[in-house]
């Protein structure tokens, strides 16, 4: 028995079932449906079909719970609108269509408002959350712009107040900020080798 065979008996059989609380089953919902698209990825034929059919149950019954149950900033149900909106734009080529993008981005973006509002600049959740949101801009939505000017303002925001930063978060915070100036880097020389200059700004 091959290793996905192995992890869908146990998703299947024991954790989704005996999932205790929303967070937990939502978490493996979409651990679930990540499987199902990688394997989409290779697959071909009926058995793409089938694994495709699969992955879009797990990930849409994982989003309507987190919907329900789950806080906009949850870092889970980010993750998931962010791999729920990959998987509409890379394994069912509707990039255009698909109705989860669109509530993928009212998602993050009612989470970043309240991010905004309530946590500081350097709280990792936040940082978290920008680094996941301009992802969604530059790959789902193919908006560099939109992608670079998130970035950068979230990374400046938070060097702005590094004295604000705790022990605790210390780590996890810088490593994110690393993240975000490492994706600006790659992006704003992508933009700049195709002549579109990241020059848009808003938070949309």
Known sequence: ???FAVAEGLLDKYLIPKASNAESKVFYLKMKGDYYRYLAEVATGETRNAVVDDSQKAYQEAFDISKSKMQPTHPIRLGLALNFSVFYYEILN?????????DSQKAYQEAFDIA???MQPTHPIRLGLALNFS???YEIINSPARACHLAKQAFDDAIAELDTLNEDSY???TLIMQLLRDNLTLWTSDTQGDGDEPQEGGDN
Do not use: E, I, L, Q
Request: charged share 35%; aromatic share 10%; net charge positive.
């Open 116 to 118: 905004k509002a309530k």
């Open 135 to 137: 992802v969604f801009y």
């Open 94 to 102: 509707s990039p255009d269509k698909a109705s989860v993008v669109d």
């Open 171 to 173: 780590k996890d915070s």
């Open 1 to 3: 028995m091959n290793t």
